[in-house]
């Protein structure tokens, strides 16, 4: 069974920084693209971070400059370095990642619990 798992959420204040880590186990399937999204009071599931399997990364307009995402393949993790966090920031925080079928003929998205971050004074 093919979990996600996120963990670093947390309150901070404005302007602080955040490590959000997040490591995929129970499954030796083979991982495309990781990435992060968040969803705050109120709104949609935004897009916040991707990383592809080769490192190729993407960000939302709204993080770039402040938020960086990175992956460890060798222990399937993919973590997101928040700085410079605006009380907007406070969202739950999912992570992804993008594993093969069992069948292996389609990718899969596999989705975190999600992590708090509370971005207040």
């Known amino acids: 069974q093919a979990q996600v798992v996120e963990s670093g959420g947390g309150l901070v204040q404005p302007g602080g920084s955040l490590r959000l880590s997040c490591v995929r186990s129970?499954?030796?399937?083979?991982?495309?693209?990781m990435g992060w999204y968040r969803q705050a009071p109120g709104k949609e599931r935004e897009l916040v971070a991707t990383?592809?399997?080769?490192?190729?990364?993407n960000y939302a307009d709204a993080v770039k400059g402040r938020f960086t995402i990175s992956r460890d393949n060798a222990k399937n993790t993919v973590s997101l370095q928040m700085n410079s966090l605006k009380p907007e920031d406070t969202a739950v925080y999912y992570c992804?990642?993008?594993?093969?079928?069992?069948?292996?003929?389609?990718?899969?998205?596999?989705w975190g619990q999600g992590t708090l971050v509370t971005v207040s004074s």
């Open positions: 129970g499954s030796t399937r083979s991982i495309n693209d």
């Open positions: 992804y990642a993008q594993m093969l079928s069992l069948t292996g003929r389609r990718w899969q998205d596999y």
């Open positions: 990383v592809t399997s080769s490192g190729n990364t």
